[in-house]
């Protein structure tokens, strides 16, 4: 372990007792509910983009080609990541220098704009080049709101319990799965009870304005929590960025390369339902079922994992689900090619999503351990967001023009494949030289 390591080691040891007593003085349900609600509707709100792209595709980019209307759809949905660094330096520093709290409040104000933006956006019929420029606003600012949200929500979780800090911000994860969960159910039960005019003329914005009902009920919540013992105590950076970029640059690199496959793999499910109806020719409800249960499964499972987490180490089990990543994802999407049907294509989700959330649920803890807490959040927030908007926003738009360009359906387990082993190195090297565990 290195000695910059020990430090912070001992630095954290030092006040756990403390913000044991902080944390237990408080609903640790309540603290959960609080952080998690932001990024339950950052997600939400993105899954529901992408299961609804080739619906949003003829309503705002409108093309004589199938294929292009929906790759410009995935484009504005990529580009609109390109906001989430820029997020993170101004909403990260934001956190390290007034408070997790105000930038927690913050960005759940600017989610819910982009939300309800997207949820009455008139279409392209109505207004013409206005509506795909608006729906490119609303995702630029979706972006540059979500970039500061994971730094802030998981240094408040950790800030509070640092002695239980696997469990406390693993539930960031698993509010994405509960997104997960709603954003298919929607999308199952839309699909399957409406018609296809029904579906572009009203049904694809339910999920959308439901979402914009979440964020006033987590505004209401995060203005009545307070703020950490462990930000309060510390002493504050005058330029979080600055030091982070001049002393620690090591670590925001180690942190994104260990989201290569996570935010791939996620980004890939998300692409399910395109991918079930498009290349594999099943009904478009077999999609949302299929990502529906990796919901439930990432909903359930990664707390456990975080908890596992805090008693045998993170890295441990990072490499073991790595490694079974890159052995069985391509044999996985060769398995549904051959046989596709609702029922392999379940088997071949849910395997993909167990893997996902083993690896997943210990990210945030090692992260948060990589840097102290004067430039804990904008760390993780730049980190967070670069490897994203990477290796996430990009991924659906790159799998899609992989499959387009070659004709291969297995696209996107080489996709994956190829993240595997970019993690993987990572994980090593982060174990050598920052004594990452």
Same mark, same amino acid.
């Given at each position: 372990?290195?000695?910059?390591?020990?430090?912070?080691?001992?630095?954290?040891?030092?006040?756990?007792?403390?913000?044991?007593?902080? /944390?237990?003085?408080?609903?640790?349900?309540?603290?959960?509910?609080?952080?998690?609600?932001?990024? /339950?509707?950052?997600?939400?709100?993105?899954?529901?983009?992408?299961? !609804?792209?080739?619906?949003?595709?003829?309503?705002?980019?409108?093309?004589?080609?199938?294929?292009?209307?929906?790759?410009?759809?995935?484009?504005?949905?990529?580009?609109?990541?390109?906001?989430?660094?820029?997020?993170?330096?101004?909403?990260?520093?934001?956190?390290?220098?007034?408070?997790?709290?105000?930038?927690?409040?913050?960005?759940?104000?600017?989610?819910?704009?982009?939300?309800?933006?997207?949820?009455?956006?008139?279409?392209?019929?109505?207004?013409?080049?206005?509506?795909?420029?608006?729906? !490119?606003?609303? $995702?630029?600012?979706?972006?540059?709101?979500?970039?500061?949200?994971?730094?802030?929500?998981?240094?408040?979780?950790?800030?509070?319990?640092?002695?239980?800090?696997?469990?406390?911000?693993?539930? &960031?994860?698993?509010? &994405?799965?509960?997104?997960?969960?709603?954003?298919?159910?929607?999308?199952?039960?839309?699909?399957?009870?409406?018609?296809?005019? &029904?579906?572009?003329?009203?049904?694809?914005?339910?999920?959308?304005?439901?979402?914009?009902?979440?964020?006033?009920?987590?505004?209401?919540?995060?203005?009545?929590?307070?703020?950490?013992?462990?930000?309060?105590?510390?002493?504050?950076?005058?330029?979080?960025? $600055?030091?982070?970029?001049?002393? &620690?640059?090591?670590?925001?690199?180690?942190?994104?390369?260990?989201?290569?496959?996570?935010?791939?793999?996620?980004?890939?499910?998300?692409?399910?339902?395109?991918? /079930?109806?498009?290349?594999?020719?099943?009904?478009?409800?077999?999609? !949302?079922?299929?990502?529906?249960?990796?919901?439930?499964?990432?909903?359930?499972?990664?707390?456990?994992?975080?908890?596992?987490?805090?008693?045998?180490? $993170?890295?441990?089990?990072?490499?073991?689900?790595?490694?079974?990543?890159?052995?069985?994802?391509?044999?996985?999407?060769?398995?549904?090619?051959?046989?596709?049907?609702?029922?392999?294509?379940?088997?071949?989700?849910?395997?993909?999503?167990?893997?996902?959330?083993?690896?997943?649920?210990?990210?945030?803890?090692?992260?948060?351990?990589?840097?102290?807490?004067?430039?804990?959040?904008?760390?993780?927030?730049?980190?967070?967001?670069?490897?994203?908007?990477?290796?996430?926003?990009?991924?659906?738009?790159?799998?899609?023009?992989?499959?387009?360009?070659?004709?291969?359906?297995? /696209?996107?387990?080489?996709?994956?494949?190829?993240?595997?082993?970019?993690?993987?190195?990572?994980?090593?090297?982060?174990?050598?030289?920052?004594?990452?565990?």
């Amino acid at each position: 372990m290195s000695i910059d390591s020990v430090a912070e080691h001992a630095e954290h040891a030092k006040h756990a007792a403390h913000a044991t007593h902080a /944390a237990s003085g408080k609903s640790v349900s309540r603290l959960i509910i609080a952080t998690s609600i932001g990024n /339950a509707l950052e997600f939400y709100d993105l899954i529901a983009y992408g299961y !609804f792209a080739s619906t949003l595709s003829k309503l705002f980019f409108p093309v004589h080609n199938a294929t292009m209307s929906l790759l410009l759809t995935l484009g504005t949905f990529a580009l609109s990541y390109l906001a989430r660094p820029v997020g993170a330096l101004v909403l990260g520093s934001y956190s390290d220098r007034k408070g997790r709290k105000a930038s927690l409040t913050l960005s759940i104000t600017m989610m819910t704009i982009g939300t309800a933006m997207v949820a009455l956006m008139p279409t392209y019929a109505t207004i013409g080049i206005l509506a795909p420029i608006g729906i !490119f606003a609303s $995702r630029l600012l979706q972006g540059f709101s979500a970039g500061g949200e994971f730094g802030s929500s998981t240094a408040f979780l950790i800030e509070h319990a640092p002695q239980r800090s696997g469990f406390m911000s693993s539930w &960031q994860f698993s509010s &994405q799965g509960a997104s997960t969960l709603l954003a298919s159910l929607f999308g199952a039960v839309l699909m399957g009870a409406l018609t296809t005019p &029904q579906l572009e003329s009203w049904g694809w914005r339910v999920p959308f304005l439901f979402g914009m009902l979440i964020g006033p009920v987590g505004l209401y919540i995060r203005r009545r929590i307070d703020e950490t013992p462990e930000f309060e105590r510390s002493e504050k950076a005058e330029s979080p960025v $600055r030091e982070l970029l001049a002393t &620690q640059k090591a670590r925001v690199l180690a942190s994104i390369g260990a989201l290569v496959l996570t935010t791939s793999a996620q980004y890939v499910l998300l692409y399910m339902p395109t991918y /079930a109806a498009r290349q594999l020719g099943l009904a478009p409800s077999s999609g !949302f079922i299929a990502t529906l249960m990796a919901g439930l499964i990432a909903f359930v499972l990664t707390p456990i994992v975080g908890h596992w987490s805090d008693k045998v180490g $993170r890295t441990r089990i990072m490499f073991v689900a790595g490694v079974l990543f890159f052995l069985t994802v391509y044999p996985a999407f060769m398995f549904v090619n051959a046989h596709p049907s609702l029922l392999t294509l379940l088997v071949a989700v849910m395997w993909v999503a167990v893997l996902k959330v083993t690896y997943f649920a210990p990210i945030p803890a090692l992260m948060a351990g990589f840097f102290p807490t004067r430039t804990r959040t904008t760390g993780m927030a730049l980190a967070y967001n670069i490897g994203t908007t990477l290796f996430g926003g990009f991924t659906p738009l790159a799998v899609a023009s992989l499959i387009a360009a070659t004709g291969n359906n297995l /696209a996107p387990g080489l996709w994956l494949m190829f993240a595997a082993v970019l993690s993987l190195v990572t994980l090593v090297w982060a174990r050598a030289r920052l004594g990452a565990r």
